[in-house]
């Protein structure tokens, strides 16, 4: 059983930083998909990056791309999302989740964390 617990979250201005990390409960023995979801109040969740335990390769949402860094420390059992420039539009609760698939489909991810806000004001 792969349990995730993101943390990181908080209240920024806009054009500030913050950088959300995901603690991993196993080791990722085999390929995974591990990726960033959000979800604002009213809308439905969305992913917003994605990386390979295996190859390292990324994917973004356009909205996100040029601001966000998805990255893993294999060493850590630890995925990350440095997320700068950040804007009002991406408030939203955070979480991280893990998956077999290539894919930003989110039912091909099986494991999800709890979730940490993060809130950008004007």
């Known amino acids: 059983q792969v349990q995730l617990v993101e943390s990181g979250g908080g209240s920024v201005k806009a054009g500030e930083s913050l950088r959300l990390s995901c603690a991993i409960s196993?080791?990722?023995?085999?390929?995974?998909?591990m990726a960033w979801f959000r979800q604002a109040p009213g809308k439905e969740r969305e992913g917003v990056a994605l990386v390979s335990t295996e190859s390292g390769s990324t994917y973004y949402a356009n909205s996100v791309k040029g601001r966000f860094t998805i990255s893993q420390d294999s060493a850590k059992n630890t995925l990350y999302l440095q997320m700068n420039n950040l804007k009002p539009d991406d408030t939203a609760k955070y979480y991280c989740?893990?998956?077999?698939?290539?894919?930003?489909?989110?039912?091909?991810?099986?494991?999800w964390g709890q979730g940490t806000q993060v809130t950008v004001s004007s």
């Open positions: 989740a893990a998956g077999e698939r290539w894919s930003m489909v989110e039912d091909d991810f099986v494991y």
């Open positions: 196993t080791y990722m023995y085999r390929s995974y998909s």
